[in-house]
């Protein structure tokens, strides 16, 4: 599975749009984004996916560049509770072995 | 929310007894993981199940052993505990298929003392 490299912490005020990076620029063609949260003690949360196109859900957006190299997980209205780490992994559909998660990005959103 | 279960949650035990931990789930899926979750580190995986009976190692498996003898259940054993096994173990479970995402328990807290 290719590799991904997300900044280690970031802060966000409350209310505002959090945009958190995720590079991934040995990704292939069958390869999807995908993107978790760990809140504090919990276990990890599953946010949204996408392989090509935008995606949105209610809880997030996710944007990949048109050569996949990057994308950016956005969070629209950060709330206190929305305070977490935050996983980016890169996954082939036949590749659901060795799901091994990174560092992440710690996440702390502020009043 | 995804029908996956740990059991116990919380588990205090001495210093070179067995314990094992239970993951149970309920969705039917093809792949499930044990990981660890120390201080300062992310999630490490220590094994995983791809079927009934095929398990494989993750990048911390010494000291683990795992059994999957049904669908539904995956146990993790540590045949005689250490201190340095003290942490927070998750499981997750994944269906493997395209665009598919992995779910995970509530975690199991380990003390060895």
């Known amino acids: 599975d290719a590799k991904t490299t997300q900044p280690p912490s970031m802060d966000c005020a409350e209310g505002r749009a959090a945009n958190l990076p995720c590079n991934h620029s040995?990704?292939?063609?069958?390869?999807?984004v995908y993107w978790y949260r760990q809140i504090h003690s919990q276990g990890p949360q599953y946010i949204i996916h996408?392989?090509?196109n935008n995606e949105t859900n209610e809880m997030a957006s996710l944007i990949i560049t048109e050569d996949r190299k990057s994308s950016t997980l956005i969070l629209p209205h950060a709330t206190l509770r929305d305070t977490a780490v935050y996983y980016c992994i890169v996954r082939a559909h036949d590749s659901w072995g060795k799901l091994q998660f990174g560092a992440g990005t710690q996440v702390v959103v502020t009043p | 929310d995804a029908g996956i279960t740990q059991s116990p949650r919380h588990k205090v035990t001495e210093t070179g007894t067995p314990v094992t931990l239970r993951c149970h789930q309920t969705?039917?899926?093809?792949?499930m993981y044990w990981y660890r979750q120390d201080p300062g580190h992310g999630l490490r995986l220590i094994h995983y199940s791809y079927g009934v009976k095929d398990t494989d190692k993750g990048e911390v498996s010494d000291g683990y052993s795992v059994s999957r003898s049904k669908t539904e259940d995956f146990l993790l054993t540590l045949e005689s505990a250490t201190s340095s096994q003290t942490s927070v173990y998750f499981c997750?479970?994944?269906?493997?298929?395209?665009?598919?995402?992995?779910?995970f328990g509530q975690g199991t807290r380990l003390t060895v003392v």
């Open positions: 996408g392989l090509k």
């Open positions: 969705e039917n899926h093809r792949y």
């Open positions: 040995t990704i292939s063609g069958n390869e999807y």
């Open positions: 997750a479970i994944s269906d493997g298929g395209g665009g598919t995402e992995a779910f």
